[in-house]
């Protein structure tokens, strides 16, 4: 098989060693290791041969979200579609998301993460993918109660998760408390008495003589061997690199005393700077963020000035008690800062706004809507991230900003890590301003900062 550098696909030792298990008859085989040693690609290789060995093969795929199972239907379609002789044996059909055999009713299908959806299935290959962020082990048990209809395997595959109660966990710790185990290095070992299941798990252990800041040491626990002690260094010392991210990602170790904090405590105190305000006629860009009833509304003004940090202002407005924000008032606000400053544009969420953009728009404004995809908002929140831990961003000390950025919280999405707001049974608490400063910060840094008009930059800015 041609990976996508060109080149042929070839096994690390650990993937032999989990597939071997698989061949030996494991029914059940889970696969817990740091993120990027390539276990989608191996898995979506490990599906192809499933399809053209095996007899009307029915081969699912399913994680958390029908987004994340689509990454490992991508590695098997791309495969196929790198290799002339795979296309004489399977169909892409990528608008089914299923890749289908020519010489019988064999396929690979992508589920919906709904167990319901899966109900029933008798699949002779089924992949869980993160199961970490299953919220329950229905679609697990759902593939595993269905194998026996075709004597089939299931293989899970995730990183290490924050909740030692939820699926993983649980099934993590009965993989460690069964009699056929072995420790060798970093690497864990489980196996029943029948060998019908087996668990895999490359991680650095916690506590005393194993320092997660030694990257050697940390390598130790990323078995391929193209990740390399140099990427692991340069992850280590990004910016934009959490301390829980580094834990649970590269170390594979379960963080489950850390909050969820996206920035880390004081951090943004750290910014702050006597007299940081934007100066009249300024170049600035405005970040818009509409709660409405029972949320706060936030506008964000951020202006680079000569030494290049951005200084940050924001205004908030709380809605009254049973009411809602006035949208008059913030586009009033909004235009009063086109008289004040020189506004490159206004980024806006659709939801609530989109209205309000076409009116400001009439009356001369520059509106960029900023659409909150993941594929979108998660490097937008990795930049963000790595400008305040740079010391890019500087304010002047306005508490009911600093409040909202310190109240944002992360999520874990098929495309990384993006800022939200906490759960309101845990407390969550309100970030406007924080998501208005993440919109105009993007859209400024993707902008070329060129003297074209500012209708000419609407198709230069890149999201």
């Known amino acids: 098989m041609v990976t996508e550098n060109g080149g042929p696909l070839v096994l690390e030792d650990w993937q032999r060693s989990v597939i071997l298990d698989l061949f030996d008859g494991a029914q059940e085989s889970v696969i817990l290791l740091p993120k990027g040693n390539g276990k989608t690609t191996m898995m979506g290789a490990l599906s192809l041969f499933h399809l053209v060995t095996t007899e009307d093969a029915r081969c699912y795929i399913a994680a958390a979200s029908r987004d994340q199972a689509t990454l490992m239907y991508q590695h098997a379609a791309g495969f196929v579609k790198r290799n002339p002789s795979l296309q004489e044996l399977i169909l892409v059909r990528d608008g089914y998301r299923e890749l289908r055999s020519k010489s019988d009713t064999g396929f690979v299908k992508v589920l919906a993460s709904d167990a319901n959806t899966a109900d029933g299935v008798g699949g002779t290959l089924c992949f869980v993918d993160e199961l ?103 992850r280590r010392e990004s ?62 003004v951020i202006h680079q000035r000569d030494d290049e940090k951005w200084v940050v202002e924001a205004r908030i407005w709380t809605p009254p008690e049973g009411g809602e924000v006035s949208l008059a008032e913030v586009e009033g606000h909004i235009m009063d800062l086109h008289n004040k400053f020189n506004v490159r544009g206004v980024v806006y969420d659709r939801w609530a706004f989109s209205r309000s953009a076409q009116e400001l728009e009439a009356r001369g404004a520059y509106c960029i809507e900023f659409p909150m995809t993941n594929e979108r908002t998660v490097p937008a929140c990795s930049r963000l991230l790595e400008a305040i831990n740079r010391g890019e961003l500087v304010h002047n000390g306005n508490t009911e900003l600093e409040a909202h950025v310190q109240a944002g919280t992360v999520k874990m999405t098929e495309r990384g890590a993006r800022i939200t707001k906490g759960k309101p049974s845990q407390g969550g608490k309100k970030i406007d ?31």
């Open 132 to 234: 970490h962020r299953h919220k329950s082990p229905a679609l697990y048990q759902v593939f595993r109660d269905g194998l026996g209809k075709r004597n089939g395997s299931m293989v899970t595959i995730s990183t290490a998760g924050a909740d030692l109660e939820g699926p993983l966990g649980k099934l993590r710790t009965r993989a460690h408390q069964l009699e056929d185990r072995v420790t060798t290095g970093f690497h864990f070992r489980a196996r029943s008495n029948d060998g019908s299941f087996v668990a895999h798990e490359w991680c650095v252990p916690e506590g005393e003589g194993h320092d997660t800041d030694n990257i050697e040491l940390v390598k130790q626990a990323n078995p391929s061997s193209f990740v390399t002690v140099e990427d692991l260094r340069r």
């Open 433 to 463: 301003a924080l998501i208005a400063l993440l919109l105009a910060f993007t859209v400024a840094n993707d902008s070329d900062g060129g003297n074209e008009s500012i209708y000419e930059q609407r198709d230069l800015v890149t999201l």
């Open 239 to 300: 910016p934009s690199t959490h301390e829980r991210d580094w834990l649970r990602f590269a170390c594979n170790q379960w963080v489950t005393s850390m909050d969820d904090a996206w920035l880390e405590p004081n951090k943004w105190d750290t910014l702050y700077e006597t007299g940081a305000f934007v100066p009249d006629e300024a170049e600035v860009w405005v970040g818009v963020d509409i709660g409405l009833r029972h949320d706060t509304s936030a506008v964000t």
